[in-house]
């Protein structure tokens, strides 16, 4: 890594500014009282919709789905992201500090595959550090998602620098991919240890 040259930093923010919950499936699949069988087949199915979750689609029609196709009675209006929101994320603390270091030396945004609402649920339950983020690259606004291409041709040209002047930081390898044959510097953020990413991070930023 060139760190000389870095300009902007973008950061991802499921698995990186905040931590995923690996029980998270399990509490919410049990709380709607599927069997194991049911279970496996609506993640298969969650797995396929998702990526229309990231464009800000099908997010409001997917508890009818559930109940079509599982026979389960959710509430009214079931709030789906805001569920996940809750199941899933909590606080990497570890990274807050390096964030604020980075802020000072280098202009920063978040470059994240979300669902419609997901990011503002986030900030507002302060999960991430609420900077002044100079860019904020949502899947769900721009419609367009990670690994695509054009997401990332989206965050060059609000970050207004080029190639390797942009770090991209992120914990699926598939997500670096593109951004590597762009000219971008990269690191991948290891979210099975976020001690040891963040040890490594702060070394490399500071």
């Known amino acids: 890594m060139i760190v000389d040259t870095i300009k902007f930093v973008y950061f991802d923010v499921g698995g990186v500014l905040v931590k995923d919950n690996d029980d998270g499936w399990e509490i919410l699949?049990?709380?709607l009282g599927l069997d194991k069988n049911k279970k496996q087949d609506l993640m298969d199915l969650f797995e396929v919709i998702e990526k229309d979750?990231?464009?800000g689609k099908?997010?409001?029609e997917f508890p009818l789905i559930i109940e079509n196709q599982f026979g389960i009675k959710l509430p009214k209006k079931y709030p789906l992201v805001k569920e996940l929101v809750n199941m899933f994320l909590y606080r990497n603390e570890g990274i807050w500090e390096i964030i604020n270091v980075v802020k000072k030396k280098y202009k920063v945004g978040l470059l994240t595959n979300m669902y419609d609402g997901m990011l503002y649920l986030i900030r507002r339950k302060e999960l991430i550090p609420e900077i002044n983020w100079d860019v904020i690259v949502?899947?769900?606004v721009e419609k367009c998602r990670k690994p695509e291409r054009k997401i990332y041709e989206i965050a060059e040209s609000k970050s207004g620098f080029?190639?390797?002047e942009i770090l991209f930081i992120d914990n699926k390898k598939e997500n670096l991919e593109i951004p590597k044959k762009n000219g971008w510097q990269t690191y991948w953020y290891d979210s099975s240890d976020y001690d040891k990413s963040n040890q490594e991070l702060a070394k490399?930023?500071?």
Request: charged fraction near 40%.
């Open 58 to 60: 099908r997010t409001k």
């Open 204 to 206: 490399i930023l500071r």
């Open 138 to 140: 949502d899947s769900s």
């Open 53 to 55: 979750f990231d464009v």
């Open 162 to 164: 080029k190639g390797n």
């Open 29 to 31: 699949l049990n709380d």
